[in-house]
């Protein structure tokens, strides 16, 4: 084979979905094998395809991305220029192919100036005042570096010619940032909040974009509740940015009424209480969409024993799930009662996560005890007792 030869994208995701279940030899040979075959064309292919089996392995923090390929382009745009932002360093061959290796815990936010944040919650200065500090935030972003970070985002979130869930995915990817970064510092986390309130204060001429912008950021900020709830100088931002957003979409009710969209992920946190969307309540849908989590198609099968192990497995981990997951979760269980053999078991299950739930995920389970077998059960006992 010559050292030009190019490596396809298959052929690469291939090796990853190989590499935890390898031996040790086995996993030198195949890094090896991609470093020295991939060059020219076939090395931006291989490096692309390895960050992508790496973020379906690694990353903790999943969101859904979007469907159309001009947003999944123009989000691999932005991420390009996030990348080249970023300070230089000399990394090896074996860090540009696999990127969990590439950054230190203690890097600071990467090409980012620090924003002012002030330090209003010192003291024991009330949520009130937390709310109105960041509905009140502004950021003159002239004055930031081309390539920071948040001036890049800031850009970007202003251009607003497409929907598709792109804005909402450059949201996400700002939460996903500080969810996995070792050793994320608080004022990092607190600069991203005052970037995203200063988003939502300036998101008022679209309605329909202010709502996918405003549902994304609270999914993000309940993603952020789970990651830091134990961080009690952390939280009440979260909630004030939390206040912004709910403010935001307020706003936009009281313009156009009820949500009446049954736009995927912003039904079940605008609309809970009627359940969920078009897609997330059909199953081959799901499982379309959670198709790289091979637990979801486990739950969702006639499998009993596979099944109720994938269920228990949802239940056991479900604090450490992302918002966005822990809906998809819920629409699994739902799917189970409803068809399924194995309902006792998931009943049982669904009651443990229920006592641990959200708002909009308590009302999604309300939902599912209303529109499913566990209803009419409930309804035979009261019969016969």
Known sequence: MSENVEISEEAIRTLGNQFDSASAYRRVITLAYIITKASGSGQRAATRSASEVTAAKE????????????????????????????????????RRFFPWLKRKPTEALSGSTPLEVEQISEGGVSGHDLTKYYR??????????????????LDHMRDTRALDQYYASLIQLGFK???EKPGVKDEEVKQWLKVLAHTLKQQRSMDNFQMQVSASALYGLYSMQL???????????????????TESLKSV????????SDLTWQKEILDPSTGFSD????????LAIMQNDPEFRAAIDVDVKAGTAALEAFQQNFQSFT??????????????????????????????????????????INFIWENTRARKTKSQIVINS
Do not use: C
Not at 59 to 67: A, M, R
């Open 59 to 94: 990353d903790k923090y999943w969101f859904p991305l979007p469907e159309k390929q001009d947003s999944l382009k123009a989000l691999r745009s932005y991420q390009d220029l996030v990348e080249a932002g970023s300070p230089k360093e000399k990394s090896s061959t074996l």
């Open 136 to 153: 009140e935030v502004s950021i003159d972003d002239s004055s930031l570096a081309s390539t920071d970070p948040h001036k890049i985002f």
């Open 177 to 179: 940032r500080l969810w």
């Open 227 to 245: 990651k830091f709830s134990q961080n009690g100088a952390l939280t009440p931002h979260i909630e004030a940015v939390m206040n912004v957003a």
């Open 253 to 260: 009710r009281r313009r156009i009424g009820p949500a009446t």
């Open 279 to 286: 897609k997330l309540n059909e199953k081959a849908a799901l």
């Open 323 to 364: 918002a966005h997951k822990r809906v998809a979760v819920l629409a699994a269980f739902y799917h189970v009662i409803k068809w399924n053999p194995k309902e006792a078991t998931a009943v049982k299950l669904l009651r443990k996560i229920q006592s641990h739930a959200f708002p909009h995920e308590e009302s999604l």
